[in-house]
């Protein structure tokens, strides 16, 4: 385990996004960002950096601003040995697709995935559709657009963008330290790390971010494999009601995302000891609800035993956030370290690409002044970041706790409301909160 101090790097590299690393043993000196994490976050952040348009003074007779296509180089150092996809998919509604766009690799993932064509709610009490919704309406700014898309695909598609050796795996952040304007990381070993380091952030715990709480409540999800294809409609089929959520949606044609969410109880105890019990956990619960379409059951049956996986649903608790520091100097935090959220809008992934684009072009904008004071751009370009992400995560973790508590209830009364008046304004949230726009890389 090894002490590393930002003293003798470059004064460039002092002024990250997410940690400050030091005296690297690999050559260093040709990056101008570090970047911690090679999750979605990180890595967004790394190609819009990468690819950012800034706009710099070049000294001429009039002294004209000049506007020149400039490359801001960045490391992202990850603790996996390669990149990690867990969750299998994630729903990417239309915000997420203007920052993949931004980012340039929209088309790709578009062309690698299906768009849903219709949103259909299904009440586990009564069997009945209360809501059917047409996904490719027209939003405030342009058509909606949603796709389950592949994980993996998706953290190739941005990794692939990125010059050769931007990614170095392999590390973990322990504890951050503080020496005036030096920023010391103590590692797990010799090499140099930084990262948006998801949930249980090292880097948000340093800046006194609230710890994330346990909402109550558990989630398995899984993916099944159709080598012939499936068959299936476009369409995102949601379940609600008898004291669970469940949901599914084809990623492209042969590939099924689905997702289950309960309130565990003593009853459940061991069901997450292995992919297996938890397999049969969800077909049980499935199997005594005789509201579930048999093809359903299915998909969850068809599902590899190793792709299934639980993991308690945790949220930060959005008031904390609110005069939180989510930067302070030249650290920040992006992704899961800023804004953990139940999945029930399915806007995590979609936050972190937005994060990523909002953090590139404010990074870059402040890396492209040739004003003097370059630690107060950066430090004031992290803080114009801040204010722009903070409502922002506030409103899609309270949305996003509330809808599950309200769509996963078996409270006869709160069900009943659900079914006959709520249904339409749940999923008019959904389409709400993805009709956002984190803007392009240069404004």
Known sequence: ?????????????????????????????????????????????????????????????????????????????????????????????????????????????????????????????????????????????????????????????????????????????????????????????????????????????????????????????????????????????????NGFRAGMMPCNENDIYWFFTWTPSDNDKGVDESAAKMKQFVLNKFRGSKNVPEETVAVIDKSEMSDVLAAPLRFRPPLSLITASISKGNVCVAGDALHPMTPDLGQGGCAALEDGVVLARCLGEALAGEDAGENERIEAALREYARIRRWRSVELIATAYTLGIIQQSDNAIISFLRDKFLSGVLAGRLLKMADYDCGTLSN
């Open 1 to 241: 385990m090894v002490c590393h101090s930002v003293s003798t790097l470059r004064p460039a590299l002092r002024y990250l996004p997410l940690v400050t690393p030091s005296a690297m043993t690999m050559d260093t000196a040709a990056e101008d960002i570090v970047i911690a994490g090679a999750g979605l976050a990180g890595l967004a952040v790394a190609l819009g950096l990468h690819s950012v348009t800034c706009f710099t003074r070049r000294r001429r007779r009039n002294l004209v601003a000049a506007s020149i296509r400039k490359g801001v180089r960045s490391l992202v150092l990850e603790s996996s040995p390669f990149l990690r996809a867990s969750g299998f998919a994630f729903t990417t509604w239309k915000n997420a697709f203007r920052a993949l766009d931004a980012l340039g690799v929209g088309d790709k993932i578009r062309n690698q995935h299906l768009q849903a064509q219709t949103l259909r709610v299904m009440s586990l009490a009564t069997g009945e559709i209360v809501r059917e919704a047409d996904l490719t309406q027209q939003g405030k700014r342009r058509a909606q657009e949603i796709r389950c898309v592949r994980r993996d695909l998706l953290l190739q598609a941005l990794a692939e963008e990125l010059p050769k050796g931007t990614i170095r795996y392999s590390s973990k952040i322990v504890s951050i330290e503080e020496d005036g304007n030096i920023k010391i990381l103590q590692l797990a070993d010799g090499s140099v790390l930084i990262g948006c380091d998801g949930i249980n952030s090292v880097v948000a715990k340093w800046l006194g971010l609230a710890k994330p709480s346990y909402s109550g409540r558990s989630a398995a999800r899984g993916f099944a494999h159709y080598p012939d294809g499936h068959g299936l409609d476009p369409t995102f089929l949601q379940f609600t009601g």
